[in-house]
Nanobody, 123 residues
Framework: QVQLVESGGGSVQAGGSLRLSCAVSGYTYWGYCMAWFRQAPGKERERVAIMFSDFYSTKYEDSVKDRFTISQDQAKNTLYLQMNSLKPEDTAMYYC????????????????WGQGTQVTVSS
């Protein structure tokens, strides 16, 4: 049984930093993508960053490029999202997703999801 548990969210002021973690169990990394998505109140869940199945290639949405970094530590079975220079518009529930196949770009390509961790950025 695959389980993803996010942590590290919280409230910060604009310009601050947070590091989100996603602890993964019951999952095999080989051949699959992992990603971070976020959903603000009243908005669709949107992709933030992808770690492709080669464990090296990444893709970021333009709104977070050069501020956020996705990484993983397979020894610790953990996916990370380092978020710097946070802005109020980054406020959202952040979700870890795993098991991505095909293009790894769409939500429906990920069968496994965590419960989310809230990030709130004040101005």
């Amino acid at each position: 049984q695959v389980q993803l548990v996010e942590s590290g969210g919280g409230s910060v002021q604009a310009g601050g930093s947070l590091r989100l973690s996603c602890a993964v169990s019951g999952y095999t990394y080989w051949g699959y993508c992992m990603a971070w998505f976020r959903q603000a109140p009243g908005k669709e869940r949107e992709r933030v960053a992808i770690m492709f199945s080669d464990f090296y290639s990444t893709k970021y949405e333009d709104s977070v490029k050069d501020r956020f970094t996705i990484s993983q530590d397979q020894a610790k079975n953990t996916l990370y999202l380092q978020m710097n220079s946070l802005k109020p518009e980054d406020t959202a529930m952040y979700y870890c997703a795993a098991g991505g196949r095909a293009g790894c770009l769409r939500r429906d390509e990920y069968p496994y999801w965590g419960q989310g961790t809230q990030v709130t950025v004040s101005s």
